[in-house]
């Protein structure tokens, strides 16, 4: 059986798969699970702050009681800042740590010297992960599909279109599976492309992935519907690029807010969308490039804060709904 290795987030993969190893995405694991609210709460009983991010809390504790899984990447540069306490946390726990760093900017040099430390690790080299590549990059147009699908027509839910792109994150470890996954969702929205009706308003989501586990259904039983999920986007890797170590350079979320803004201005202009809600994780440093992001964006934007798994709180929906109001006038 293949061992099985956590990710803290988007990593190169395809370095992974090429070794024979089977990547876990620790914050799927963690939020898909029947209680996640619960491996917040042990987190903060082993001794986790109060002010620390939900995200932090859940990933310490899914990743100590996921079986099989003794290893984890943890990323150094380039997500959660809290990640290299949250790494020590673990190596006291007896998981092995591999770092891995985005380089802050975007050296291409640094990060091909990042994914060869990796390669090193698990033993495999770049013919190996270029053939995985090849393989990956077939999966993830099947999923750039969805995306499309979900902007230009009706048939794909902004939910759909948020788990079928987040996915993309480690393919569920069986990416031959996923990509029948996303050919289901396929067959099933050239199904019910001709019932569907239209929605009012045509939201786009900024932000990390939200901890919140109703934002779509309320927008969407509101009349608005998403069509644009930046950073779950981001982790199918949308741009062709047959240089693997370039196409890690173009991924955006890693790196500074500005080329993730200019991403967000080209999708809501191509995609018609009306506003962005920009999701803010509770405790979170990316909080403070609300301030950047509410001046460069060229549509309304409503500002929304997550602390804990669980559904929006009601001073939440309040303000989702003056929001929509708001567009919909």
């Known amino acids: 059986m293949a061992k ?17 190893w089977v990547p876990v995405d620790l914050n799927n694991i ?3 699970g029947q209680q996640p609210g619960v491996a917040v709460e042990k987190a903060e009983q082993a001794g986790f702050p109060r002010n620390i991010c939900g995200w932090i809390k859940g990933l310490y504790t899914t990743l100590l009681e996921q079986p099989g899984i003794e290893t984890v990447i943890a990323v150094t540069q380039g997500d959660c800042s809290n990640t290299h306490a949250l790494m020590e946390t673990w190596q006291v726990a007896g998981i092995k740590v591999i770092p891995f760093a985005f380089p802050y900017d975007r050296d291409y040099d640094l990060l091909k010297l990042q994914m060869e430390k ?8 770049w013919e190996q992960v270029n053939r995985w590549k090849n393989r990956l990059d077939q999966v993830r147009k099947k ?5 499309r699908l979900t902007w230009e027509g009706e048939a794909i839910s902004g939910e759909i ?3 079928a792109l987040i996915g993309c994150s480690d393919f569920n470890g069986d990416p031959d599976a996923y990509e029948r996954y996303l050919d289901s969702l396929i067959v ?8 569907a009706q239209p929605r009012r308003v045509r939201l786009g989501y900024a932000g990390v992935p939200p901890i919140v586990t109703d934002f779509y259904q309320y927008c969407e039983a509101y009349g608005a519907k998403i069509v644009y999920n930046e950073v779950q986007r ?3 890797m949308p741009f062709a690029e047959p240089d693997i170590v370039e196409q890690y350079r173009r991924y955006t979320y890693p790196y500074p807010v500005f080329r993730r803004l200019e991403d967000i201005n080209r999708e809501i202009a191509c995609r018609r969308i009306d506003g962005l809600v920009h999701y803010t994780q509770s405790f979170c440093f990316r909080q403070i490039e609300d301030i950047i992001l509410r001046k460069q964006v060229k549509v309304p934007v409503l500002t929304l804060e997550g602390d804990r798994p669980g559904r929006l709180d009601a001073r939440s929906r309040m303000r989702l709904d003056a929001f929509l109001d708001m567009l919909a006038a």
């Open 4 to 20: 099985k290795v956590g990710i803290t987030t988007t990593v190169p993969v395809e370095i992974i798969y090429a070794a024979g």
């Open 30 to 32: 963690f939020i898909a």
């Open 143 to 147: 999923a750039h599909l969805i995306d």
């Open 188 to 195: 099933g929205a050239n199904l019910t492309a001709k019932t």
């Open 234 to 236: 981001q982790f199918a």
């Open 161 to 163: 279109n948020h788990l």
């Open 118 to 125: 990796l390669m090193a690790y698990f033993g495999t080299g």
